[in-house]
């Protein structure tokens, strides 16, 4: 999801650059488990080498070829990035440092008709599992995989396609088999609300209803707003969640939460796993506290909803588990998204930390472009 770390965008009037990083915490368990393993290995062969016994070098030659591949892989999780780029007339997609086996991809970008993502099924004794790609369909009315990597969800992948396409002018259509695409327009009840409703703040309520490309002061910096997500809550709240960068190509992330007719806005930060002292989080029984950096934070709220994302087609059902500090100025935000857990820290902030809340007469940096014939960008208030 938006502030996970994972994916860093680069855009200008001619050029486009997504950087897709690969780590991800399933990353150190599988540390821990190919060293187990290929340690067994050398063990097994150690021993047979050394009692004469070259017959048992033969049993564990599968081993071998599954410990290699863990290893490989694992090291790719560590070190690699995925760069897509966009310049003159090429799409371009590279896997690096570490050569990954299904290769790199080059495309002319007037060969592209559409761009879509797809879900792929597969089965094993350890269960079902799903991947998605990024697939492009051609005017040659060829399709052409140009992204698959295990280690990415769908909401990932479709933000790249959202990207992509944007910056090339394509037009978003349906495509068979395309995932999550409901071709007829969807029920109201699928869509995202229209919040037409007045605020307390109205000093917030003005940053609640900004848009992309528009620009912030916080704290004395200039923040321009380059993505934003609408969370739907059940109990009828809707937060906003907005992605920005400095001058400096920094990243920085705001958090609006909604309590009925109030506004609170939080400056958030994102928590890598170890930070937060837990190996892993367990949605069934979620822990009452945590401890960060010595603070103590005590579970507070739960909650389910639907996630828009502007530029994405669909929606994403999550979970949401908000601790708070004793002084309530402070939380962690726990994000479910399709089995991804994120965490986020976040502190208050006052009207008096933002200086000109809008620079209205700022152009954005692109228009943005609706996907989705049940709602409307209009509709993310």
């Known amino acids: 999801m938006l502030g996970n770390k994972k994916l860093d965008v680069y855009q200008d009037r001619d050029r486009l650059e997504i950087t897709l990083k690969w780590f991800t915490p399933i990353a150190l368990f599988l540390l821990f488990f190919t060293v187990i393993w290929n340690a067994f290995l050398v063990f097994w062969y150690s ?14 030659v599968l081993h071998v070829a599954v410990g290699v591949y863990l290893a490989y892989y694992t090291l ?14 090429y799409l371009t997609i590279r896997h690096t440092p570490i050569p990954w086996w299904k290769g790199n991809r080059k495309i002319p970008v007037n060969a592209i008709e559409q761009l879509y993502v797809a879900e792929k099924k597969s089965s094993s004794k350890n269960g079902t599992q799903f991947t998605y790609e990024l697939r492009a369909k051609l005017y040659n009315k060829s399709d052409k995989d ?7 969800t769908s909401q990932e992948v479709q933000e790249i396609e959202a990207y992509l396409e944007r910056f090339l002018g394509i037009k978003d259509e349906p495509v068979k088999g395309e995932y999550g695409r409901k071709v007829e327009v969807q029920e109201e009840e699928d869509s995202a609300r229209r919040h037409r409703r007045d605020f307390a703040d109205p000093f917030f309520a003005g940053i609640y209803t900004t848009r992309e490309g528009e620009v912030l002061d916080l704290n004395g910096e200039e923040l321009k707003i380059i993505n934003l997500v609408q969370y739907d ?5 809707s937060d906003k969640y907005f992605q920005l960068i400095n001058p400096d190509k920094e990243e920085r992330l705001l958090y609006l939460e909604q309590n009925q ?13 170890f930070e937060t002292g837990m190996p892993t989080f367990r949605t069934e029984k979620p822990p009452p506290m945590i401890q960060v950096a010595g603070k103590d934070y005590f579970l507070g709220h739960y909650k389910t909803g639907k996630c828009f994302i502007t530029g994405v087609s669909t929606f994403i059902e999550v979970e949401q588990w908000q601790y708070h500090s004793k002084d309530k100025k402070s939380y962690i935000r726990v994000m479910n998204n399709q089995g991804l857990i994120s965490f986020f820290q976040g502190e208050k902030r006052n009207q008096a930390d933002f200086q000109d809340a809008l620079d209205l007469d700022d152009r954005p940096l692109r228009d943005l472009e609706t996907r989705e014939p049940g709602w409307r960008e209009e509709d993310l208030v």
């Open 261 to 273: 007719a109030l506004l609170n806005a939080f400056q958030e930060k994102t928590l890598e796993i």
């Open 233 to 237: 809550w059940n109990d009828g709240n």
């Open 76 to 89: 790719c999780l560590f070190f690699n990035k995925t760069f897509i780029d966009i310049s003159g007339d």
């Open 47 to 60: 021993m047979a080498i050394s009692g004469g016994a070259w017959i048992m070098a033969l049993f564990p």
């Open 146 to 152: 140009l992204l698959s990597l295990d280690n990415v």
